[in-house]
């Protein structure tokens, strides 16, 4: 059984897949797609909610619907859903981003370009402005993770880097607000050894400097009070 949208993810898909769409394409309007697939304007954009939740399009405000450029994007959504339901804990969540991340961080000392490299430089200055601003600090650590996850040169292994990061951090939003300035920057020192290996092409450094860093993040985060489950599971 089909649900809202779905004739419609199907003919943009069946487009992309015979190349009559491409990165960075528009889309017909919504009339248009209602008029040729013979749906409604509200099944319409009901499908177009789905691609967007899926990362296949971008809405731009006045302009129109767009098949998404740059790197492919996948919501933590999902992720948060079996979150709920199975309680993943925080040690589980550090282990998936250790199985992930240290590798992008090889690959991506292996891979970076210069404007890679430069994302990287601009979010660790970022880290040392905001020492007094948690929040910010966050933003910038966010964006340095998701800069080492493109570097990668692997959409696949960017992709599933960043849905794992989302939902940790989407969890870590709250109590980070509590961090000090010392931990602060013992965290930007500990990007900022990443961002250099990196920098030099040294593979080895960069997945050492990464796994140093995410085992030191997990202790610290060890020691906060709250509960080990991202998400509790509550029993009816």
């Known amino acids: 059984m089909t649900g809202a949208g779905d004739q419609v993810v199907a003919y943009v898909r069946g487009l992309i897949e015979s190349g009559g769409l491409h990165t960075g394409d528009r ?3 919504e009339r248009e797609l209602a008029t040729k697939l013979g749906v409604s304007r509200p099944t319409v954009r009901a499908g177009l909610r789905k691609l967007s939740t899926l990362g296949v399009v ?51 000392a292996e891979r970076a370009k210069e404007a890679h490299v430069a994302t990287m430089a601009d979010e660790i200055a970022g880290m040392f402005a905001s020492i007094d601003d948690p929040q910010t600090f966050f933003s910038h650590d966010i964006r340095f993770h998701r800069a080492v996850g493109v570097a990668s040169g692997n959409p696949i292994v960017a992709s ?37 290996a990196i920098r030099a092409g040294d593979a080895a450094q960069a997945r050492e400097a990464m796994n140093e860093h995410l085992l030191t993040a997990q202790a610290y985060q060890a020691e906060e009070p709250q509960p ?4 509790p599971r509550r029993r009816g």
């Open 160 to 196: 599933l880097a960043e849905m794992v990061s989302g939902l940790h951090y989407e969890h870590r939003r709250d109590s980070a607000k509590n961090a000090s300035q010392r931990d602060l920057r013992v965290a930007a020192e500990a990007h900022r050894r990443i961002y250099h």
């Open 27 to 29: 889309l017909p309007t």
């Open 58 to 108: 971008r809405s731009r405000r006045g302009s129109g619907t767009f098949i998404t450029d740059g790197p492919p994007v996948l919501g933590s959504e999902p992720l948060s859903f079996l979150a709920a339901l199975h309680g993943f804990t925080r040690d589980e969540m550090y282990e998936v981003r250790r199985i992930l991340e240290v590798g992008a961080a090889g690959l991506a």
């Open 228 to 231: 080990g489950r991202l998400i």
